[in-house]
């Protein structure tokens, strides 16, 4: 069974820079589509960035371009959102999240099926 473990999160000065990874276990089938997912306090959750199985497709939310990079490792088994030059508004609880295999990323939320729990990032001015 797909497992996804978040880890990075944390307080950060406006203007800082964090990196979250999503680990990934019980790969039987290979390599999901990965995608995040925030959810900041009293708003509903919201798409970030996603990268396909190989890492060839990579998407962006208007919000996190040119400000987030997401890639994963060789062995495929960990993905990374770097966040640089964070705001305020990007204080939220960040979700991994995988498609089933072999699809690849989607702008809609309930095409992922396996969720890890979240990491806390919290950015203050």
């Known amino acids: 069974q797909l497992q996804l473990v978040e880890s990075g999160g944390g307080l950060v000065q406006s203007g800082g820079s964090l990196r979250l990874s999503c680990t990934a276990s019980?790969?039987?089938?290979?390599?999901?589509?990965i995608g995040w997912f925030r959810q900041a306090p009293g708003k509903e959750r919201e798409g970030v960035s996603c990268?396909?199985?190989?890492?060839?497709?990579?998407t962006y939310a208007t919000s996190a371009e040119g400000r987030f990079t997401i890639s994963r490792d060789n062995a495929n088994t960990t993905v990374y959102l770097q966040m640089d030059s964070l705001k305020p508004d990007d204080t939220a609880i960040y979700y991994c999240?995988?498609?089933?295999?072999?699809?690849?990323?989607?702008?809609?939320?309930?095409?992922?099926?396996?969720w890890g729990q979240g990491t806390q990032v919290t950015v203050s001015s």
């Open positions: 999240a995988a498609r089933p295999v072999p699809y690849s990323c989607s702008s809609v939320e309930a095409a992922f099926t396996s």
């Open positions: 019980g790969l039987t089938l290979g390599p999901p589509s």
């Open positions: 990268i396909s199985r190989k890492g060839l497709t990579t």
